[in-house]
T-cell receptor, first 114, second 111 residues
Framework: DVKVTQSSRYLVKRTGEKVFLECVQD?????MFWYRQDPGLGLRLIYF???????EKGDIPEGYSVSREKKERFSLILESASTNQTSMYLC?????????????FGSGTQLSVL | SQQGEEDPQALSIQEGENATMNCSYK?????LQWYRQNSGRGLVHLIL?????REKHSGRLRVTLDTSKKSSSLLITASRAADTASYFC???????????FGKGTMLLVSP
């Protein structure tokens, strides 16, 4: 059974903290994505990666960075968390050459920045 | 970037009824996909329809695509309470490789 695992279901952080959101997939997928989901705004792409150590900016990369040191793991980093980064964060993966086809999603991390 | 826009924003029906959701988009696409999201969880892929296809079926799901009108519809037949979820369309724009999602339709199916 395919699986995308996000390390935390709920996370509460303080303004200014450095935050790491971890995502691991066990499907040997080359492509991995980070989205954030906000009420009334739908899903917006933050960053994505087509291969180890590669990263591409999505639609809203400001305030975020990513790390992909291993194929199965894609980390989203908030260097200095702010209240406007309170959101649901969703990680997804897909097969090489099929980045625009079927995405497999994790269960999401609900991040609250106080 | 361009988005698919779902309509209606919310839909409430009784078990056994059919549910129809629509998605409109603005520019040429490679494919269009529908996803389901149960409350507070991740999204699950339902069905993909390519730009050269007009209709696809999967179980109780029927998806149509009208590229001349830049629109798609998702029909769920004989709805069940377990179909209660948010449904999103996602488009892959021509020349792009990533998906852009709409804001979703919230479907409530009452027993």
């Amino acid at each position: 059974d395919v699986k995308v695992t996000q390390s935390s279901r709920y996370l509460v952080k303080r303004t200014g903290e450095k935050v790491f959101l971890e995502c691991v997939q066990d499907m040997d997928h080359e492509n991995m994505f980070w989205y954030r989901q906000d009420p009334g705004l739908g899903l917006r792409l933050i960053y994505f990666s087509y291969d180890v150590k590669m990263k591409e900016k999505g639609d809203i990369p400001e305030g975020y960075s990513v790390s992909r040191e291993k194929k199965e793991r894609f980390s989203l980093i908030l260097e200095s968390a702010s209240t406007n980064q309170t959101s649901m964060y969703l990680c997804a993966s897909s097969l090489q050459g099929q980045s625009n086809e079927k995405l497999f999603f994790g269960s999401g991390t609900q991040l609250s920045v106080l | 970037s361009q988005q698919g826009e779902e309509d209606p924003q919310a839909l409430s029906i009784q078990e056994g009824e059919n549910a129809t959701m629509n998605c409109s988009y603005k520019t040429s696409i490679n494919n269009l996909q529908w996803y389901r999201q149960n409350s507070g969880r991740g999204l699950v892929h339902l069905i993909l329809i390519r730009s050269n296809e007009r209709e696809k079926h999967s179980g109780r799901l029927r998806v149509t695509l009208d590229t001349s009108k830049k629109s798609s519809s998702l029909l769920i037949t004989a709805s069940r309470a377990a179909d209660t979820a948010s449904y999103f369309c996602a488009t892959v724009l021509s020349g792009y490789s990533t998906l852009t999602f709409g804001k979703g339709t919230m479907l409530l199916v009452s027993p």
